[in-house]
């Protein structure tokens, strides 16, 4: 039957061998197991640097390598993955352990005794934590791209907006003079002597309504498509403002600096 024992009564010579304390016999000090009596010299389990590679990879924002070594503190990384910096620090992590020099991960993390014939990690083992690892990290990249997908494509959506927004400019320096000098707002886009369709943005067509200026954005495949965007001239004394209530746009697209 293999025992396990603490070789604390053990005593080193000179050539790096020392006795085994239930057989008495000598053997390596880097011996797992001691080849005699088949006893072992470990206190815990073997821990193996590319599984603790693989779990910092893979698990690291989490603090699975952490835990693989045995260290509480993983606890840390748990409490702030949200953060994203214990991702960076455990990627560098996972460098970090591939690039170490087995003798000195095994003083560090074995006791200083190297991996014997029972320690090695399976293939089995490493292939289904890669396995794992592999669809938990591409479930994450999904749970990010749910959001920062749509994030993005709305900002995409606000920019085209704002942009058209911007152009609209000379036409209401344009409404503004035709109320002032005609002491009505213009009917139609003869009034103004612009082109008939108008187009604004890059495929938007502009009409001068009488209650204001319509555009119809003519984007395609987007929350825009087919939407209308009607801003209507609001009188203030001698200046004027301009209402963006109307139409079928969304107001999560609407230009923050008009008036809603």
Sequence with gaps: MTTTYTPTDTILNNEGMLHCTPCGK???????????????????RYKNKVVAALFAFFLGSFGGHRFYLGQWWGIFYLLFFWLWIPGIVAFIEFIYFLLRDSNKWDSKYNDGIPAGANDKSSGVVISLLVIFGGFFFIAIIGIIASVALPA???????????????????????????????????????????????IIGQSNTLTIIPDGVRIDFNEKNNALSSTTFIITPVEIGSSFTWSCKGGTLENRYRPSSCSK
């Design 26 to 44: 000598e053997i390596h000090s880097t011996a797992a197991i001691c080849p005699n009596c088949g006893a072992s010299r470990r206190t815990s």
């Design 152 to 198: 993005y494509q709305d900002y995409t959506l606000r920019a085209k907006v704002n942009v058209t927004w911007a152009e609209l400019e000379p036409i209401k320096s344009k409404v503004e003079t035709y109320y002032i000098t005609e002491g009505q707002y213009p009917m139609s886009n003869a009034d103004l002597g612009i082109q008939e369709p108008y």
